[in-house]
């Protein structure tokens, strides 16, 4: 699949919840293939520690403070910040 359909299929199944209460977001995390995290600086990705526990990879972006948590819980992937296309920097962090 060429580039820009793999960005719009991954695009039409994102949900971008912003805050949402812990059970609900518990919830969200568990039924999720991956958790993305697009946060430019991350001081306390407990929602990153929070998938890491049930068993879901995310994916964010490098020098995001948020990097750390992935390279320690060994569950997931770091994207390289694109300067606007968020969907395809997640994209090619997914696949």
Not at 27 to 48: F, H, T, V, Y
Not at 85 to 91: H, L, P, R, S
Request: glycine fraction near 8%.
């Amino acid at each position: 699949m060429k580039q820009p359909l793999l960005c719009a299929e991954i695009a039409s199944r994102m949900m971008f919840a912003g805050q949402v209460e812990t059970p609900f977001a518990l919830e969200i995390i568990a039924g999720s293939r991956a958790l993305l995290q697009p946060s430019a600086k991350e001081d306390a990705p407990w929602a990153l520690s929070e998938a890491a526990a049930l068993g879901v990879p995310s994916v964010v972006f490098e020098n995001a403070r948020a990097d750390t948590t992935v390279k320690l819980a060994t569950n997931g992937r770091i994207a390289v910040e694109s300067t606007g296309d968020v969907v395809g920097a997640f994209t090619a962090g997914i696949v």
